[in-house]
């Protein structure tokens, strides 16, 4: 980003749009308005913004329908939604669709400037990112030429992809000797079969003559498939098949793509901390102010007349208290995300508090039919108590929602001896599995498969957990079951 900030302000109400253009251009920025969605979005495209103001209710459309097509046009840019009605739901779209932050009229002018700053600093941060990112593949297209480095995988292929020669590093990646690897077909014996139809195209399209090529394929290492992108170049284009003809050049990019995965992830929960702290205060008030009224109100049914049936307004008071707890359940889980407490750092016998656990949720269990089976070894965690527990219901509630009736539930501790010792708590059920595709978005916030859920339990679990110096791990397969490995610091006696 160069020069003055630019601000794009996209409202019918022009008094405030005024107002905005006032209050930014003193702090230096270049401000357009617009008054309809179609003429920014013509602005974001040809011109681009770094920060975008957009009114929820446009003539044309929702300002949330508004912020993917402003991202896609202008990917570097933020947008601040604005709505004189803030409300949960409208704040988790606001996350979904990409939005930065839900700004609530009328406007706190220290709180807006200071959550400009904050999204100016989130631009400048992308653009700076970019910009070392482009410096990066400038720097990786001088020197992908060189074949024999120690950073990279090297190998030579002849005109039947089989390998003429690899270099150190990649034979201590397969975990195959030189001479092993040496004639090998390099797509069975390196490349996994998902990737090998296409490495295998792209490879070809170099011995044609039709020069570098770079594809992404995973190759089969000894510690499991790693996604490396590759570089092909001919080598020796008028040379005998038997001889080398193509030079694959490999960088292991498992650990960045995993790097930018969790980036986003933290960028995420980043934006949803900051609604969430800002909205709780607001939420909180009346949420209590009904819990009142509902106490009230429950308490007046029941002085009415003895010959009065009582049953159906007690059955819709009960009702609307449930919804009350769910949704401060869900501020609950909010505010753990954006603003968690310490952790405390102190002995926590885990087999006591899963049995105090398990204790809660058994009558459920048992009124499914399902057995709850235990291997307990004793085992000291070093954590927070109060937090632990939190994983662990969170945990067993969704191996019993998975479990079918009369179904298994195996809960296990047991203690992993090492140079750092470690204590592994893992719940089991025999439920339907997790598909694959689910798999890889388990921790991502407000995704979720169940019709009521929040999309936030599994994202505090890995949040907790990983607070506490802990890991951890879920094994699924469809129809065969899910286990949920829970790994901590164990105190030391």
Known sequence: MTGRPRLLVIDDNRELADNLVELFEERGFAVE?????????????????????VD????????????PALRSACPYGEVLLMTGHASIDSAI??????????????FNVGELVATVDRALSQVQLRAEREALSRQLGESERRYRDVVDSTGVLVFALDGDARVVMANRRACDTVGVPSEELVGADFFIRCIAAESRASARTRVDAVLRGQGAIEFDASLVAKSGLRAVRWHGTPASGGSPKSAALVYLTGVDVTERLELERRAAES??????????????HEIRNPLNAAGLQLHLLGRAVDRLPDGDDRSPLKARVEIVASELKRLEHLLGDFLELARPRPIAREPVDLVALLERVLSLHEPIASARGITVERRFAQATARGDRERLEQVFHNLVVNALEASAEHGVIEVSVEREEGPTPTVLAAVRDDGRGIPEATLARIYEPFFTTKPAGTGLGLTIVRQIVQRHGGAVLIDSAEAKGTRVAVRLPAFAT
């Open 33 to 53: 308005v617009v008054p309809s969605a179609a003429a920014g979005l013509e602005i974001a495209r040809s011109r681009g913004f770094d920060l975008a103001f």
């Open 267 to 280: 960028e995420a929960l980043a934006h949803m901390g900051t609604l969430a702290a800002g909205l709780a």
């Open 93 to 106: 779209a606001a996350v979904r669709v990409g939005a930065f932050q839900y700004v609530v009229k009328p």
């Open 56 to 67: 929820v209710n446009l003539p044309e459309t929702s300002g949330h329908e508004l912020v």
